[in-house]
């Protein structure tokens, strides 16, 4: 007892005098703000800042939308916030990304900064609010420090850089600190992002030598890394691959060397310059690659040995990427890329049987898609088969394909549906002028038509008596005919999706399948009739030469309607488009010949100008499109509208950023302005409608622009959603308009109901008085009741009198 007593006293006595002598050294107030207020601001910095660099997906991205995905599923190291994937076989080593993917190459010319999610931000203001209380009331703490670097890149990850950059230039001002390289690190790109780059870029420089010196290996990583983000953010690339080359001079990380060594390929790709990109994706194997980068360097090598025309290599270096275990992950992109080199080699039903691998085994991912666009092109391009290329591109339309490939898909659909639209004109308008010289062809085909179509009824009769257990039902029309029309066209439809070779659709199943009409018979003249069928030949002709690559088929058209059609409108038209055709193949002497006859013959005619510059008459408008960066006028106004932008001045920058779009409607800064119209709508003002409508101002207008990639997803989802609340609305107007049909015609049948029981009633005129009795008690009373006329109870509704009979 009593040494329990020794040992408790002995530990209150040195906690007092430990307590004593924190405060007598000056460090109690350390002590107090570490527990009380910057331990828990730090720990949250260092969550939030590890939750926003697993969402990171570039290193590269100088202004990065973190909910951006790459191409086949973003698969590089999550050392620098880059996710992995999960492998096909189902193991746990990652997650591979799903949704609308981006462009390989789009690492260029993000627009916005990271777009963090709501739990994020609100983390960061309690991060910036915890350490403003050090800052405020704890000046002689040394976590003062601490408390301003942290309160700057909380700052900055929030993009607000101005206030972040007197954060970093306050610590600066302190002198010598355990900071003082890093934030000078942070306060350059701080300049960066508020456009004094010359500062930014001389600050990195600083910092690039002073972490040499010190043997500093991350923070060279850093300063390095921000620099060539920027440079090519800027679209300076020759710049960046100096740098590129001088980091990988200086560097003793390996694995850091060959990340920048494959980003030096990519570089040179957007060069044009395939030669040093394959060297620089060759180089990454000299280093200490990731999985991720492994693969992705010999698969982009093993891409440009077949843009240098070294077909066989390629196919090779593929076959080796396909046997090797550890990128069995990656097979899916390996075998899309061997179809595509069998296509080349005209192996045709190599590459359909590889596609449909693909497509089939990798559904959940975007190759499927991919694999479906191919096999669209095959269909379409190759064997000339629009009814299966057309199913492909629909499937590949509504896939998690890339950008590229789903907007291809979506093209071609489009493409198809005016292919199909035009050819079943032609051959209603054929019809209408065969009736027109033929009537008794007419009369029998109406009657034919009656006939399948009294078929086709009884079919959709049939088909609901299987679904109910009185017989009589369909006859006595208690069942809705036109709802089980909508079952039985549903059904054929399904039936024949696929059809089994040798079967052929009844006359019924094609007037389900919409593909028997009844015949008409128009009183448009056979003038008229013709004239419509040359313009719906013209349409058709174009199609073919300047949407599905078919300059044959388009020459046929052509060709028919001056033949077939010489004295209709679109004559000159059809002419000028057959002179364009003579001369992309090279038959000047028929062009020339044509657009000569043109402007000897059609004076009045808009198209007689442009035979001339055809023929060298008139001079060609110059073309004003920009090409150098350093020439575009809009680059200026563009910094001025970014400005206002992160000054949280909106209406001002969205203003700004509209009158850009107008005003230099060709310039590369165009589309990132109606980006951030859409982005301040959408991120600051809340206005989803004007959101929605700028991204797709930006998706129609701007259809090639990287930045399409990351709206896509949005357009589609808002679309859904007003589809959605559409389909809602009919739906409930559908559901009032037979609750009220069905209402009307119950009280039409308890009012015959009341008429039969009425043995004794007199019918007079219409609304005069008819007694009868009614025994509602021992007593006899006599009501008086109002019957109308059959004709005025179908003209009124019934609701008063249903009242009546139920009281």
Same mark, same amino acid.
């Given at each position: 007892m009593f040494l329990e007593k !020794?040992? &408790?006293l002995f530990a209150s006595a040195s906690l007092f005098s430990i307590l004593l002598g924190l405060s007598s050294c000056g460090i109690w107030t350390d002590f107090t703000t570490y527990f009380n207020t910057y331990y828990n601001a730090k720990t949250l910095f260092d969550q939030v800042e590890e939750e926003i660099m697993k969402q990171k997906k570039d290193i590269f991205a100088f202004r990065e939308d973190l909910q951006a995905a790459s191409q086949y599923g973003g698969r590089t190291t999550t050392q620098y916030g880059i996710q992995p994937t999960t492998p096909v076989d189902g193991s746990q080593s990652g997650n591979r990304q799903t949704g609308v993917q981006q462009n390989a190459n789009q690492f260029v010319n993000q627009p916005t900064a990271p777009q963090l999610s709501g739990t994020l931000n609100e983390n960061l203001k309690k991060?910036?609010?915890?350490?403003?209380?050090?800052? %405020?009331?704890? &000046?002689?703490?040394?976590? $003062?420090s601490d408390a301003l670097f942290i309160t700057g890149k909380a700052l900055y990850y929030q993009q607000e850089y101005a206030r972040a950059q007197r954060k970093f230039t306050e610590l600066a001002g302190l002198g010598k600190t355990k900071y003082s390289s890093e934030n000078k690190l942070w306060l350059a790109k701080t300049d960066l992002q508020l456009h004094d780059f010359d500062e930014g870029l001389k600050l990195i420089d600083e910092v690039k030598t002073e972490s040499l010196d010190e043997g500093n290996d991350a923070l060279f990583n850093d300063a390095s890394i921000t620099k060539i983000s920027f440079l090519i953010f800027r679209e300076e690339n020759n710049a960046a691959i100096e740098e590129c080359k001088d980091y990988l001079n200086k560097s003793k990380d390996d694995e850091i060397?060959?990340?920048?060594?494959?980003?030096?390929?990519?570089? @040179? %790709?957007? /060069?044009?310059?395939?030669?040093n990109a394959f060297q620089a994706f060759s180089s990454v194997s000299k280093y200490s690659p990731t999985v991720d980068i492994d693969f992705?360097?010999?698969?982009?090598?093993?891409? /440009?040995?077949?843009?240098?025309?070294?077909?066989?290599?390629?196919?090779?270096?593929?076959?080796?990427? %396909? *046997?090797?275990?550890? $990128?069995?992950?990656?097979?899916?992109?390996?075998l899309i890329e061997l179809g595509q080199i069998y296509v080349e080699q005209n192996r045709i039903n190599s590459a359909i049987d590889i596609f449909r691998d693909v497509d089939t085994t990798y559904r959940q991912f975007p190759t499927s898609g991919i694999a479906e666009t191919r096999l669209g092109e095959i269909y379409r391009k190759k064997l000339g088969l629009y009814d299966s290329a057309y199913t492909y591109y629909s499937r590949a339309a509504i896939s998690m394909a890339p950008r590229e490939d789903k907007t291809e898909a979506g093209n071609q659909? !489009?493409?198809?549906?005016?292919?199909? #639209?035009?050819?079943?004109?032609?051959?209603?308008?054929?019809?209408?002028?065969?009736?027109?010289?033929?009537?008794?062809?007419?009369?029998?085909?109406?009657?034919?038509?009656?006939?399948?179509?009294? =078929?086709?009824?009884?079919?959709?009769?049939?088909?609901?008596?299987?679904?109910?257990?009185?017989?009589?039902?369909?006859?006595?029309?208690?069942?809705?005919?036109?709802?089980?029309?909508?079952? @039985? &066209?549903?059904? =054929?439809?399904? /039936?024949?999706?696929?059809?089994?070779?040798?079967?052929?659709?009844?006359?019924?199943q094609l007037i389900a399948l919409g593909k028997y009409k009844k015949p008409e018979n128009i009183k448009l003249t056979t003038d008229s009739l013709s004239t419509k069928l040359?313009?719906?030949? @013209?349409?058709?002709?174009?199609?073919?030469?300047?949407?599905?690559?078919?300059?044959?088929? !388009? @020459? $046929?058209? $052509?060709?028919?309607?001056?033949?077939?059609?010489?004295? &209709?409108?679109?004559?000159? =038209?059809?002419?000028?488009?057959?002179? +364009?055709? *003579?001369? #992309?193949?090279?038959?000047?002497?028929?062009?020339?010949?044509?657009?000569?006859?043109?402007?000897?013959?059609?004076?009045?005619?808009?198209?007689?100008? !442009?035979?001339? =510059?055809?023929?060298?008459?008139?001079?060609k408008e110059e073309n004003n499109s920009i090409t150098k960066k350093e020439e575009d006028p809009a680059e200026k106004f563009y910094d001025a509208a970014e400005q206002l932008y992160y000054s949280k001045k909106y209406v001002e920058a969205i203003d700004s950023f509209r009158t850009i779009y107008k005003n230099f409607p060709k310039s590369s800064f165009a589309p990132k302005s109606v980006y951030y119209i859409g982005l301040i709508?959408?991120?600051?003002?809340?206005?989803?409608?004007?959101?929605? +409508?700028?991204?797709?101002? /930006?998706?129609?207008e701007f259809a090639k622009s990287p930045l399409v990639g990351s709206v896509i997803a949005k357009i589609t989802e808002y679309n859904n959603e007003k589809e959605r609340i559409r389909r809602e609305e009919e739906n409930k107007q559908k559901e009032l308009e037979a609750k009220q049909k069905e209402k009307e015609v119950k009280s039409t049948d308890l009012n015959k109901t009341i008429v039969n029981q009425q043995p004794q009633a007199e019918t007079i005129k219409d609304e005069k008085v008819v007694k009868r009795t009614f025994l509602k008690d021992p007593v006899q009373k006599q009501d008086t009741i109002k019957v109308p006329s059959q004709d005025s109870l179908k003209a009124k509704t019934d609701t008063t009198k249903l009242k009546r009979v139920i009281k």
């Open positions: !020794a040992k &408790k991060v910036v609010e915890k350490c403003s209380k050090i800052l %405020q009331y704890e &000046k002689n703490s040394s976590y $003062f060397c060959a990340l920048v060594s494959y980003q030096m390929g990519r570089i @040179y %790709q957007l /060069l044009n310059d395939s030669e992705k360097s010999r698969f982009e090598s093993a891409k /440009l040995l077949k843009s240098l025309k070294k077909i066989d290599e390629s196919e090779t270096a593929f076959n080796d990427l %396909q *046997y090797l275990g550890k $990128f069995k992950n990656y097979l899916d992109q390996v659909v !489009a493409n198809f549906n005016r292919y199909f #639209t035009f050819k079943e004109e032609e051959k209603d308008l054929e019809k209408k002028i065969e009736y027109k010289k033929n009537p008794e062809l007419f009369v029998r085909d109406s009657v034919d038509y009656e006939i399948a179509y009294r =078929q086709y009824m009884d079919d959709v009769k049939k088909m609901g008596e299987t679904q109910t257990t009185d017989p009589n039902a369909i006859n006595q029309q208690k069942f809705d005919i036109s709802f089980l029309e909508q079952q @039985y &066209k549903q059904q =054929q439809l399904v /039936l024949f999706r696929n059809p089994k070779k040798g079967v052929i659709p009844t006359p019924s040359a313009t719906s030949l @013209y349409g058709l002709a174009s199609l073919f030469y300047s949407e599905l690559d078919r300059s044959d088929s !388009a @020459y $046929f058209y $052509f060709k028919k309607i001056l033949n077939d059609y010489p004295d &209709k409108p679109i004559k000159v =038209q059809t002419m000028y488009a057959l002179g +364009t055709y *003579y001369e #992309t193949h090279n038959d000047t002497v028929k062009a020339d010949s044509i657009f000569k006859y043109i402007y000897n013959n059609f004076e009045k005619d808009p198209l007689r100008n !442009a035979a001339a =510059q055809k023929l060298g008459l008139v001079k709508y959408e991120n600051n003002l809340k206005m989803y409608d004007s959101a929605a +409508t700028a991204y797709g101002m /930006l998706a129609k």
